[in-house]
């Protein structure tokens, strides 16, 4: 990956920059461009770069203040291959193709090795302390602000730069612990293999560096410890096989520790000046790179803490996804691997499913990711109500849903919790499903709940595992689901489901009516399900009324009196689709019920 390398009218004014191929980046005071702190004549927002095929467009944003000097005249685009430049006002911009790798694992002779403990460094003062404290004040805002790992890099190396005044170079590597990587005879006890993920330079118009493989390796890898690396001659030029050339060079590397940046490390490298043997050999009390090592070891450990609260933030938002904060709570004690493990329990599980997914996707098979972008606004709109309201997202089935209350925490209301999610869900998606501009215009969704016993928690392998639930209760759940398209109902309940919420919710809350005695496709057992139905209002198709009359008609239905049910049937609005089942059956059989009547519907398909 090529970089951009900015150099101001000072040598301590430039920077590098990775270029990312194919995305645009900008350069700017705004707070998404990359900034150039030193140059004054830089508007807010002032050029567009992007990489591709091997060369860096350069274009000028309309409205920026001052010219972008290409071949030394002003130019609103232009190319440039890796070389070249341009300049915007005392600022030079040049496309570097240099890439740092590690050095071979036979380097040059060591005068000196030392592992610096974090003790040995406690016992020190900085000797230059308001600037260093000023610099470290710095780095919550840097890694907050940065908008990925490459701009957290950048400005990590620009920070190393500013608070270690004798480096020459800094750069951000990483071991790759467990990585087998092809070496040759003499590098065959190099260690892990070492990447460099970030690297920068105090005056960019010198060549490339290459770090220490052996020096990464001890530190990072090996000792968890900064570690410093003195060697004692040059090389020939022909052979660069440590960072910097002169009589006495010097590097070390400090690890970052945390789960935010396993197998990171800072390295920092330079020259000395002086007698250098007298102020290396020496202890480190006297070595004129006690204040640089201790303040890496600043940032190492700020840059630690910080990485690991994103991580832990990051990862309370993936379970955020999932969980109910109640139950993430749970989750985040230190019960929680318990809290994970399978076990049996009393649950209720909601699956829910998109109508009109397939209609849609035939008739967008040109533009399939408008219609993946439509089932995952639909599943959000399932899983907001669910996790809203005390459950856990079990799994994703395509186009739909499914979750569970009762696990990891016991929910005596977990029916209630159920169905009030299952009422959210119906009203989004009446609501949308009426708005032509919205993402699900026509979409519908069937809802099916049922309670009983299963195994819920983490279930799966020693290697992959997910939270789901498992048991007969899932599967009525789904034929619940599957059975609102024949019955022609949004949402339908098994009976110990309608029994919890006739008997604890208000009917201003929700509202059950059994819909009719079913034999499911495919079963023996008959089934009465039951329909879950909104509070009564002032948009409501069925008033209270319409239920008891409908729960008249049910009961003579079930008795055989099939004259009187239909007549009972016909008071209701014919905007209930409900009825229809009953309505149906009974045309089919001429207002008589078949021989041997045993009051159930058996269905023909799933």
């Known amino acids: 990956m090529p970089d951009l390398i900015a150099q101001g009218p000072r040598p301590d004014d430039n920077w590098r920059r990775p270029l990312p191929p194919g995305a645009p980046v900008t350069l700017g005071r705004d707070p998404a461009a990359w900034p150039v702190p030193w140059e004054s004549f830089l508007s807010h927002r002032h050029a567009e770069l992007t990489w591709r095929a091997g060369r860096l467009k350069v274009r000028r944003v309309a409205g920026s203040a001052n010219p972008v000097f290409h071949n030394g005249k002003p130019e609103d685009a232009f190319d440039l291959p890796p070389g070249g430049a341009f300049v915007i006002g005392r600022t030079v911009f040049t496309v570097a193709d240099r ?353 009983g016993r299963a195994v819920a928690g983490g279930i799966g392998t020693a290697e992959q595992a997910k939270v789901g639930v498992f048991g007969p209760v899932v599967n009525l759940a789904a034929r619940l689901e599957g059975m609102t398209k024949p019955l022609r109902v949004p949402v339908l309940l098994d009976e110990p489901t309608a029994g919890a919420v006739r008997a604890h919710m208000p009917r201003d809350a929700a509202r059950v009516r059994r819909l009719a005695k079913v034999r499911p496709y495919g079963l023996e057992t008959p089934l009465m399900v039951n329909e879950l139905v909104p509070p009564a209002g002032p948009d409501s198709v069925l008033t209270d009324d319409h239920l008891a009359d409908y729960d008249a008609a049910l009961e003579a239905f079930l008795a055989g009196e099939w004259v009187r049910a239909y007549e009972i049937l016909h008071k209701l609005p014919p905007q209930d689709r409900g009825k229809d089942l009953l309505t149906g059956f009974i045309l089919q059989y001429n207002h008589s019920p078949p021989p041997h009547w045993d009051g159930v519907i058996p269905l023909t398909s799933k």
């Open 99 to 451: 890439r740092a790798t590690p050095s071979p694992a036979n380097g040059p002779v060591l005068l000196e090795a030392r592992t610096i403990g974090h003790e040995e460094l406690d016992r020190l003062k900085f000797r230059d302390a308001p600037h260093r404290l000023d610099v470290l004040s710095k780095l919550p805002e840097v890694i907050s602000s940065a908008a990925n790992d490459a701009d957290l890099f950048a400005r990590l190396g620009d920070m190393l730069l500013a608070g270690v005044p004798r480096a020459d170079a800094v750069a951000l590597v990483a071991t790759e612990v467990g990585a087998v990587e092809p070496c040759g005879p003499k590098e065959a006890d190099a260690g892990p293999p070492v990447r460099v993920l970030h690297w920068d330079r105090r005056r960019a118009c010198e060549g490339a560096f290459e770090p220490s493989r052996r020096l990464v390796t001890a530190a990072v890898a090996n000792q968890q410890q900064t570690v410093l690396h003195v060697w004692s001659a040059p090389v020939p030029p022909a052979a660069p096989m440590y960072t910097l050339q002169g009589r006495f060079d010097w590097a070390f590397c400090t690890p970052l520790v945390g789960e935010g940046c396993r197998g990171w490390g800072l390295y920092v490298t330079g020259r000395f000046t002086g007698d250098a043997a007298s102020t290396v050999l020496g202890p480190l009390q006297s070595n004129e790179l006690r204040d640089d090592v201790k303040f890496t070891e600043l940032v190492a450990e700020i840059v630690g803490s910080l990485r690991q609260v994103q991580v832990l933030r990051e990862r309370q938002g993936v379970f955020r996804r999932f969980f109910s904060p109640g139950v993430l709570n749970v989750l985040s004690g230190q019960d929680a691997p318990r809290a994970l493990e399978p076990r049996e329990t009393d649950v209720t599980v909601l699956f829910c499913d998109l109508r009109g997914f397939s209609r849609k996707v035939e008739e967008s098979a040109g533009n399939l990711l408008a219609v993946l972008h439509r089932v995952s606004t639909a599943l959000g709109v399932m899983t907001q109500n669910i996790v809203e309201n005390r459950g856990a997202i079990a799994d994703f089935y395509g186009d739909a849903a499914m979750g569970f209350w009762g696990w990891p925490l016991d929910d005596p209301a977990r029916e209630e919790n159920a169905c009030r999610a299952a009422l959210g869900i119906r009203a989004a998606f009446e609501t949308v499903s009426r708005a032509e501009a919205h993402p699900l215009f026509g979409f519908r969704a069937g809802i099916g709940i049922a309670s």
